[in-house]
Structures are given as structure tokens and as C-alpha cells.
């Protein structure tokens, strides 16, 4: 069974930083690309970034560029999202997914791309 378990969420203060992760199982080997995305109460499900399998190039929400950086760990099967900088705004649920498609696909930024998806982890930033 596919399994991605998102970690590392809670409260901080803005401007702090935060390091999610996300623990991926059983995935097939069809997955070209790992992602993140985030969704705030009453708001539609949104990217924030996604790394290729290799891990070889990585693509970013303009919201999140230049404050948040995603990499993973191939030997661990783990994904990551620091979050410097973080803002009221950015307060969501986030959640790790994983898709077949291309990476070319992925600057698309659409969740129907994504065939798996993790349960979420909370992430609330003080004003």
C-alpha cells in the first residue's frame, strides 16, 4: 500500500522556520515527481513546491520562492520543505503528494497531476 506520512508541523512565530517532512512507502516506481501543497480553511488546495525523483531539479510557488526549499533523501525515501520566513499567510494544512506525470508537468501546479497523497500536517504562524 502507497503510503506518504507528512511530520514537523505546529506552531510558530512569523518570521521563524519550520521543516516539514514527509515519509514515503510503497510508491511505484512510475513516480517522476514529489511534491507539496498546502490548503487553508475555505481556500482551494494550492502548490507550493515539488522536486523531481532524482531530486535533480525543484520547482516553486512564487508565493514561497526565495523562503521555502524542498529536497529529499533517496536512501530514506524522505521529502522535505524548510520554511524561513514564514508569514501569516502561509498558515495551512500541508500536504506531501507524488505524481506519474512528467516533471515538465509539474510547473502546472495542479493536484489532479497527483495520483498519491499524505493525510496533512498543520502548520499555523502567528501574527
Known amino acids: 500500500q502507497v503510503q506518504l506520512v507528512e511530520s514537523g508541523g505546529g506552531l510558530v512565530q512569523a518570521g521563524g522556520s519550520l521543516r516539514l517532512s514527509c515519509a514515503a512507502s510503497?510508491?511505484?516506481?512510475?513516480?517522476?515527481?514529489l511534491g507539496w501543497f498546502r490548503q487553508a480553511p475555505g481556500k482551494e488546495r494550492e502548490f507550493v513546491a515539488a522536486?523531481?525523483?532524482?531530486?535533480?531539479?525543484?520547482v516553486y510557488a512564487d508565493s514561497v520562492k526565495g523562503r521555502f526549499t524542498i529536497s529529499k533523501d533517496n536512501r530514506k525515501n524522505m521529502v522535505y520543505l524548510q520554511m524561513n520566513s514564514l508569514e501569516y499567510e502561509d498558515t495551512a494544512v500541508y500536504y506531501c503528494a507524488a505524481t506519474r506525470q512528467p516533471f515538465t508537468v509539474v510547473p502546472r501546479g495542479s493536484p489532479v497531476d497527483y495520483d498519491y497523497w499524505g493525510q496533512g500536517t498543520q502548520v499555523t504562524v502567528s501574527s
Open positions: 510503497g510508491l511505484p516506481f512510475s513516480i517522476r515527481s
Open positions: 522536486v523531481n525523483q532524482r531530486g535533480a531539479g525543484t
